[in-house]
């Protein structure tokens, strides 16, 4: 049969590096995470092993698995921008605002706007909003992929939402006083976030990614092409401390950049740094960044922040994954 009885669908993020799937259930009025699963983006075996593993635990008589789907294509669109509440409803209006200032054709785009503060639908209050999306051909290509793989995707979103709104969630929570910056660095560009127990604050994408590196890499190393740099940064089988600050030389100088015009702007003083997304192998690249800027890591409770959404972890469920992974996935829990 198409669909068998399931109580609650599976959690599913297609990372910038990373395939996620985590599976919940309810239980006296608590979401129990009963297992995460992770293996890197490009591992198709392991990752159908998982996908087919959670379905016969799931749903082993129904041809899908239901799933909350959240992707991170690097075309992606998460803008923030300024705009005028009262024009919300005119289409033409937020049309021009796409092709103007993201220089981007709203027609072949699957696009919404939230509030940026709230995370909510704009209405005529909003002052600032947050144009998120992602192409439509994409949006269409994705979709018919989830579904080869025996996925029936619930719900698709962009897996940077979870990450936006979970950090925000956890500055309220512990009442933190200064804004934070988060940074997900993928292949082709890196998209830099500031939040605050406010809301977003700014967004800003940088066409600098981990692909900008190999040519140092290689050139550094004699290496005979940037495909044998890309192999040695993600094996671990190198220490790359002597090369940090060359690899992300212009990457941190556009953040040094955001910075101070943000601190200017604002009068705020960037408090701690977090960068999402990257895996295992690659955490010095935090590291090197977060010292070359002179901020600190941000500490995340898991835990507490859990509790505090009532949420639990099973007992004897043996996690790898990171908090600020966990925090981010663990958010689309429902």
């Known amino acids: 049969m198409l669909f068998a ?11 910038l590096h990373t395939f996620t799937l985590l599976t919940f259930e309810h239980s006296g009025g608590l979401k129990v995470i009963k297992t995460i699963k992770q293996c890197p983006i490009g591992n198709v075996a392991e990752q159908n092993a998982i ?66 503060k709230t995370g909510q639908t704009c209405n005529t209050n909003t002052q600032t909003a947050l144009f998120t999306g ?3 051909a994409q949006a269409k290509s994705l979709q018919d992929k989830l579904i080869s793989l025996s996925i029936y995707p619930e719900h698709m979103g962009i897996s940077s939402l979870n990450t936006i709104g979970a950090l925000i969630n956890y500055s309220k929570i512990e009442n933190t006083t200064t804004p934070t910056l988060i940074l997900e660095i993928g292949n082709e560009q890196t998209y830099s976030y500031i939040i605050s127990n406010e809301g977003l604050e700014s967004t800003r994408p940088i066409n600098q990614g981990i692909n900008s590196m190999l040519p140092v890499i290689q050139k550094e190393l004699g290496l005979k ?8 940064l993600q094996s671990n089988a190198f220490d790359f401390t002597s090369m940090n600050a060359a690899l992300t030389k212009k990457l941190v100088k556009e953040l040094q950049s955001s910075i101070g015009f943000y601190e200017v702007q604002t009068g705020q003083n960037i408090g701690q740094f977090c960068c999402v997304g990257l895996p295992t192998k690659m955490e010095w690249l935090q590291n090197s960044i977060e010292a ?28 790898s994954t990171s908090s600020k992974e966990l925090l981010t996935i663990s958010f689309a829990v429902v």
Do not use: H, M
């Open 5 to 15: 009885k399931q109580d609650n669908p599976a959690i599913i993020e297609y990372g």
């Open 51 to 116: 996908l087919a593993s959670t379905k016969e635990q799931l749903a082993p008589r129904s041809k899908y698995l239901r799933a909350l789907c959240y992707v991170s294509p690097e075309e992606r669109l998460l803008r923030r921008t300024e705009i005028d509440g009262t024009k919300f409803s005119d289409t033409k209006y937020l049309s021009e605002i796409v092709t103007t200032q993201f220089k981007i054709d709203p027609s072949s785009y699957d696009l919404v706007v939230l509030d940026a």
């Open 134 to 136: 992602i192409p439509s």
């Open 225 to 232: 092409d940037e495909e044998s740099a890309r192999k040695l």
């Open 292 to 319: 070359q800027l002179g901020l600190k890591p941000i500490t995340i409770e898991i835990d507490k922040w859990l509790s505090n959404r009532a949420v639990s972890i099973e007992k004897n469920n043996r996690l």
